[in-house]
């Protein structure tokens, strides 16, 4: 079945500074990925919609300044939380949805959770 | 505006009996639900999903059936076993199967099957 492998698993740094989260469709083209956050105990929130080729559309309430995606080809999506804060610590998924299998099912990647100091 | 609820934040059930998840939604535009189980530290799977069309869809142990008139859906697992501890999400969408594919979630359920 559909594989997303997302990249990297966790993570920790410093305050202000700026990190990178990889989302790959590992076995099939994904023109479409969407980025969600999951606070704790709390429901997936959906962030924003990377699209390939061209800009994100993010969700209300959500900075696209903060929250850079790119999705450069069509089996890799980035998101870049800059000049992160603590409040910025969450659990980060990706997912995409394979159009050959048919239906909505979105794939999830294995999700990245981000400790900011 | 919490559009997809799931009321019930755990939920526990003995080994071998029926576990049920409700999850109720308040936009009558979702036509298509979903169900995903979510192992900590690990992204959502699919388990399985309805259409609007249906009002009930089963695979296997796990039957969902879905109530419109009512806005509610709810997720049967029976026998439960102890591999089905997981969170549960329920989640809806608008625009019909090959449409919109931009998933709203509930909070989730923790369900706990004891031995």
């Known amino acids: 079945g559909a594989v997303v492998s997302q990249h990297p698993s966790r993570v920790i740094c410093k305050s202000g500074t700026s990190v990178k989260i990889e989302c790959r469709s590992l076995?099939?083209?994904?023109?479409?990925m969407f980025w969600y956050r999951q606070f704790p105990k709390k429901s997936l929130m959906l962030m924003a919609t990377s699209n390939e080729g061209s800009k994100a559309t993010y969700e209300q309430g959500v900075e696209k300044d903060k929250f850079l995606i790119n999705h450069a080809s069509l089996t890799l999506s980035t998101l870049t939380v800059t000049s992160a804060h603590p409040e910025d610590s969450s659990f980060y998924i990706c997912?995409?949805?394979?159009?050959?299998?048919?239906?909505?099912?979105?794939?999830f990647g294995a999700g990245s959770r981000l400790t900011v100091l | 505006d919490q559009q997809v609820k799931q009321n019930s934040p755990s939920l526990s059930v003995q080994e071998g009996r029926i576990s049920i998840l409700n999850c109720d939604y308040t936009n009558s535009m979702f036509d298509y639900f979903l169900w995903y189980k979510k192992y900590p530290a690990e992204g959502p799977t699919f388990l399985i999903s309805?259409?609007?069309?249906?009002d009930k869809n089963e695979d296997g142990r796990f039957t969902v059936f879905l109530n419109k008139s009512a806005k509610h859906l709810s997720l049967h697992i029976v026998p439960s076993q102890p591999g089905d501890s997981a969170v549960y999400f329920c989640a809806a969408s608008a625009g019909g199967i090959q449409g919109a594919q931009k998933l709203v979630f509930g909070q989730g359920t923790r369900l706990t099957i004891n031995p």
């Open positions: 076995d099939f083209q994904a023109t479409t």
């Open positions: 997912s995409a949805r394979d159009t050959l299998s048919g239906a909505n099912v979105l794939t």
């Open positions: 309805i259409s609007s069309i249906k």
